[in-house]
């Protein structure tokens, strides 16, 4: 979480004001400290043969991007951005799922190096399911490379995977820079070794500079899914999000939703080599998923169901690239929630942003069943769960709510959102955006889900 | 802010980060009797009598600043930020009486006592015309007022001015009381689940406790500089907008330092929580006490060990046939005035060591970039090799595993990055294990 310049003595933004900016950064490059002469640019060290590793798991790599956000109301000149490539608006950092591109033998490296500048809001959501020495005894191989910054050259910012939440994980795998190890830019990788014992709803996020990098958009979700699943005697579906021994966390279909702010300042500060005094912070969007509302309704991107086993496996093109599906194409995660009358529905929800939120369901009621990726129970067993409407929870905690979904015989809506009001809703012109729906139809309408977040509206490959 | 500033309050904070990486330096006169880490108790002995100074004072902030502050200090004392942390055991009748050395009346509030007194009479409002003009009953400049109460029950407490709060305990009339049960010093209530690691209890030869203090707090310049300059009357309430936020009265790596360090006279206490890690000859797990005098929820995430929240407020998590009602949390998010009890427990869930090693392959360390803390090892008490010109605090092997707020913004002081609160959790090698078997040892 500290600043790896910093602690060298010599910030980069500081070399940025003795440089004169960042196109001096060349001639300048003697100031550079000697343990970070060996950087090199990305391109340069990604010309050889693949340096990757073809095994992994999951494989990520972070780097820079565009996204779009409503253009009005536009805020000063920090909002839309005018640097944006149409049809975009707004500088991120983020990670990619590079995973498929990663096992292309002949090709890896190219279709890797293709994909800086191409970050994805929020990050790619994964899952694993809980390790168990007997029954389920892998060791979940999580790849990261660091493609570097294309519109920031300057900025040669190591990258980590922080699984927020593992219980007991040794400082090398938690990847929080100051007492472990970064990723630094320039074909290096690094392979996290993850053994999840513990079922519930996380999240990750780079912790390299954690403010900048956690605001400019490296925030994704992960879940883990318990031991107890297959167990069809408990409940029918035979999936549960915790072994609760009862069937009382079972449910038919699952939503990952997590919250997320812009504040455009630090944007547009960040993609035109300024940076903001983030005591000034002011949350001017919230997002669920990487997108306000109404777009957390757009379908999810394409993606290959067969191969979506840990992660969504999106569709890429010849490029490696996200399917082009317009403004939102690397905003690719759907917050639309779908059901059948009757079923449960778990709501695995996750405030990445820097504010309370208090995420509300109109017309209905959700019972809490998990907090933090922990079931609601005392030591003793002592049930702990709740039913509420409104869920309030705070920046880096997550919560497990089932929403069992009424008898209905035509199509009924349920709105979810933010009480945060005018954090709730663009299209009366405010900074809006946590927002969505549950939409309930009637019995057997929507088949099984297979992958998380799937709908009826979505473009699949079998 | 414009970038130049920004560049002088980052530079500017390097001196601090030396001074405090080089941790276990001298001891300010005052504090001499504090233990290095951990919760630095003011006792008093059985029906103690605590005397109070309001005193005035200034402290450092990370990014250079230096912010005019108030503070309750032990009379005789110097002025010190946080005030006291005044250590009671239960059933004790505590006096408490507070010199007021301010130009204003000030007084001393105990949420979650009951039945506190004054010569007497039971405390109550003070109201000039119809307005109230204290929460409390206080003492006039120069004045005194003295405050018994029963300490009942056991827990963790706020103690906080009741006089024109908005300024007074902004500008840093607070502090904490503990009060510890009749069960036993090593345990945070009557309850035998509420055990936490002592000298006495974990085989350990050093003094050693495993119970920490994270006090929250926030601060306004304006409000300080407008209090200091003598026009506090031109200073607008509704534009309060805190740009420093402190873990026990420190910043980062301010908090990790010892409690009593020298170059932080008036900032006694420490927040690095020291543990070993739980096994069989050290079977209790560690505690912490936070506190939030502040004015948000603060959601503090510490890294890899989740912590189970046994009590709120001074008051276990129990319901009324003793059930238990305590939650494990990875955000411990503490609400404006609140307490939370929370004991946790590291251990390494995979046992990875030289002989169980991790299972991938470890990069050439030149493909990685290292910040101050880290071991060169995964292992627990074995440091590796790191490449030329990186340099490390690390002593023994020990993890530095981290915690902070993750209202991630708060984390700045006035622009400065990765300076608000955040401390670390320091795993040192089980104390059997040092010296053996390649283990290195420690001092403490």
Redesign the interface.
């Known amino acids: 979480?500290?600043?790896?310049d910093?602690?060298n003595?010599f910030?980069r933004?500081?070399f940025l004001?003795l440089a004169g900016g960042g196109a001096a950064f060349a001639a300048a490059s003697g100031l550079v400290?000697?343990?970070l002469r060996?950087i090199l640019p990305v391109s340069e060290a990604l010309a050889a043969a693949s340096p990757f590793p073809t095994d992994a798991d999951l494989f990520w790599a972070g780097t820079d991007g565009w996204i779009s956000l409503p253009t009005s109301p536009a805020i000063g000149f920090y909002h839309p951005d005018s640097a944006a490539p149409p049809p975009f608006t707004t500088y991120i950092f983020g990670f990619r799922n590079i995973t498929r591109h990663s096992k292309d033998l002949t090709n890896s490296a190219t279709l890797i190096n293709k994909q800086k500048m191409k970050a994805q809001a929020s990050a790619p959501l994964f899952w694993l399911d809980e390790y168990d020495p007997v029954t389920n005894p892998k060791?979940f191989?999580m790849d990261l490379t660091n493609l570097g910054m294309q519109q920031r050259p300057d900025l040669f910012d190591?990258h980590t995977i922080?699984w927020?939440?593992?219980?007991?994980?040794?400082?090398?795998?938690?990847g929080?820079?100051?007492?472990?190890?970064?990723?630094?830019p320039g074909g290096?990788?690094?392979?996290y070794?993850f053994?999840p014992?513990d079922p519930g709803t996380?999240m990750y996020h780079c912790h390299v500079?954690?403010?900048?990098h956690?605001?400019m958009g490296m925030t994704g979700l992960v879940f883990v899914r318990p031991k107890q699943n297959g167990n069809m005697a408990l409940y029918p579906s035979g999936k549960y999000a915790y072994n609760d021994g009862n069937g009382s966390t079972g449910y038919d279909r699952e939503f990952a939703l997590l919250l997320t702010e812009v504040w455009a300042e630090a944007h547009w500060d960040d993609a035109h080599i300024?940076?903001p005094?983030?005591?000034?912070?002011r949350a001017d969007f919230g997002l669920i998923n990487g997108r306000t509302y109404p777009d957390t309704l757009a379908p999810n991107s394409p993606y290959k169901i067969s191969t979506s086993t840990h992660a969504v496996d999106y569709n890429i093109d010849a490029n490696g690239d996200l399917p082009n599906t317009g403004n939102l194409q690397y905003q690719p995660l759907s917050s639309l929630v779908e059901c059948n009358a009757g079923e449960r529905v778990l709501l695995r929800l996750v405030n990445l942003g820097?504010?309370?939120a208090a995420m509300t369901l109109e017309g209905g009621r959700v019972r809490v069943v998990g907090?933090?990726?922990?079931p609601?129970r005392?030591?003793?067993g002592?049930d702990?769960s709740y039913e509420t409407s409104t869920l309030q929870?705070?920046?880096?905690?997550s919560i497990d709510a089932i929403f069992t979904a009424p008898n209905v015989t035509s199509v009924t809506t349920f709105v979810l959102y933010n009480r945060n009001f005018e954090h709730a809703n663009n299209l009366a012109g405010g900074f809006g955006g946590q927002r969505t729906e549950i939409r309930v139809y009637p019995p057997g309408t929507n088949a099984a889900q297979q992958v998380p977040n799937q709908t009826s509206q979505d473009t699949t490959v079998a | 802010?414009n970038?130049?500033e920004?560049?002088q309050r980052?530079?500017s904070a390097?001196p601090t980060l030396a001074a405090a990486i080089g941790l276990l330096c001298g001891a300010s006169q005052a504090w001499a009797a504090l233990p290095k880490v951990g919760v630095a108790c003011t006792s008093g002995g059985p029906n103690p009598t605590f005397n109070l100074d309001t005193a005035i004072g200034n402290i450092p902030m990370p990014d250079g600043n230096s912010i005019f502050m108030w503070s309750y200090a032990l009379t005789g004392q110097p002025f010190q930020t946080p005030g006291p942390v005044l250590c009671v055991n239960e059933g004790d009748t505590v006096t408490i009486v507070l010199h007021n050395k301010l130009a204003e009346p000030a007084s001393i509030m105990f949420p979650g006592q009951e039945n506190v007194t004054v010569g007497g009479q039971p405390v109550q409002p003070e109201i000039t015309g119809t307005t109230i003009t204290s929460l409390t009953n206080s003492a006039v400049p120069n004045g005194t007022v003295s405050y018994t109460f029963t300490a009942s029950k056991p827990g963790t407490y706020i103690y906080e001015s009741g006089t024109n709060p908005e300024k007074q305990v902004r500008m840093g009339l607070h502090g904490a009381l503990i009060v510890r049960p009749t069960l036993g010093a090593d345990y945070l209530f009557d309850r035998s689940?509420s055990r936490f690691t002592t000298t006495a209890n974990s085989g350990t030869a050093t003094p050693w406790n495993e119970e920490f203090m994270v006090l929250l707090s926030e601060i306004d310049p304006y409000q300080h500089q407008a209090e200091e300059s003598g026009v506090y009357s031109f200073y607008d309430i509704t534009q309060y907008?805190?740009?420093y936020w402190q873990l026990n009265g420190r910043g980062f790596p301010d908090a990790i330092a010892d409690n009593a360090a020298s170059w932080l006279p008036n900032q006694p206490y420490g927040a690095l929580a020291r543990v070993h890690p739980v096994d069989a000859s050290h079977p209790y797990p560690g505690a912490i006490r936070y506190l939030n005098v502040g004015s948000l929820?603060y959601?503090f995430?510490p890294?890899?060990?989740?912590g189970?929240v046994i009590g709120r407020d001074g008051r276990p998590?129990a319901?009324p046939g003793g059930?238990?009602?305590?939650?494990?949390?990875?955000?411990v998010?503490v609400g404006p005035g609140q307490t939370w009890d929370v004991i946790f427990?590291?251990?390494?869930?995979?046992n990875?060591s030289a002989s169980n090693p991790?299972?991938?392959?470890l990069?050439d360390p030149?493909?990685?970039?290292?910040?101050?803390?880290?071991s060169g090892s995964?292992?627990?008490g074995q440091q590796g090799t790191l490449?030329?010109?990186?340099t490390t605090v690390n002593q023994c092997g020990e993890?530095?595993?981290?915690s902070?707020n993750?209202?991630?913004?708060?984390?700045?002081?006035?622009?400065l990055?990765?300076s608000g609160p955040?401390t670390?959790m320091r795993v040192d090698p089980p104390l059997a294990a040092q010296g053996l078997n390649g283990i290195l040892t420690c001092t403490y």
Not at chain 2, 323 to 331: G, N, P, R, T
Not at chain 2, 345 to 350: N, T
Not at chain 2, 406 to 415: E, I, K, M, P, V
């Open positions: 979480m500290n600043n790896k910093d602690s003595g910030s933004r500081r004001k400290p000697t343990p060996r060791d191989k190591s922080h927020h939440g593992f219980r007991n994980v040794i400082p090398l795998f938690d929080e820079p100051t007492g472990s190890i970064g990723v630094p290096k990788w690094f392979r070794i053994r014992r996380y500079e954690d403010v900048e956690v605001h300024q940076l005094d983030w005591t000034d912070y820097f504010r309370e907090k933090d990726a922990t609601m005392g030591r003793d002592t702990t929870f705070g920046a880096g905690e | 802010m970038t130049q920004n560049f980052k530079t390097w689940d907008r805190p740009r929820d959601p995430h890294h890899g060990n989740n189970l998590l319901g059930q238990d009602l305590s939650f494990e949390k990875f955000v998010n427990k590291w251990y390494d869930a995979e990875y991790v299972p991938m392959a990069p030149a493909n990685l970039s290292y910040l101050d803390f880290y995964p292992y627990l490449p030329p010109g990186i993890f530095f595993i981290i902070h993750h209202s991630l913004f708060q984390l700045n002081s006035w622009g990055t990765m955040a670390y």
